[in-house]
């Protein structure tokens, strides 16, 4: 059983940075693919981005490149770096897990899930 530890999120005004954070216990992760999406209020998830499992391929939604950088660690940990926050990005941050390489747009494919850690991008 997958368990996920998501931390990070905050307030932050917009043009600011966070790091979000979210250690994987359970299993070895040499064979998921890890994403991050994002829950607005209101609004169903979307992909925000998505690291492969051997090649550790990056993945980003168009909104967020250039500005987002995806990574993992040999420890079971999958980070994101968020820079240039605006009001857009404000939602529930989820980390989840799928078996093989990744597609942000099937959200249904990845099986495991995090709670989330709210991201607020506010003056």
């Known amino acids: 059983q997958l368990q996920f530890v998501e931390s990070g999120g905050a307030l932050v005004q917009p043009g600011g940075s966070l790091r979000l954070s979210c250690e994987v216990s359970?299993?070895?992760?040499?064979?998921?693919?890890m994403g991050w999406f994002r829950q607005a209020p209101g609004k169903g998830r979307e992909g925000v981005s998505c690291?492969?499992?051997?090649?550790?391929?990056a993945y980003y939604a168009n909104a967020v490149k250039g500005r987002f950088t995806i990574s993992r660690d040999a420890k079971n940990t999958v980070y994101l770096q968020m820079n240039s926050l605006n009001h857009e990005n404000t939602g529930v941050y989820h980390c989840?897990?799928?078996?093989?390489?990744?597609?942000?747009?099937?959200?249904?494919?990845?099986?495991?899930w995090g709670q989330g850690t709210q991201v607020t991008v506010s003056s």
């Open positions: 989840a897990a799928r078996w093989g390489e990744c597609d942000l747009s099937k959200l249904s494919s990845y099986n495991f």
């Open positions: 690291i492969g499992p051997s090649t550790a391929a």
């Open positions: 359970g299993v070895t992760l040499d064979h998921y693919a």
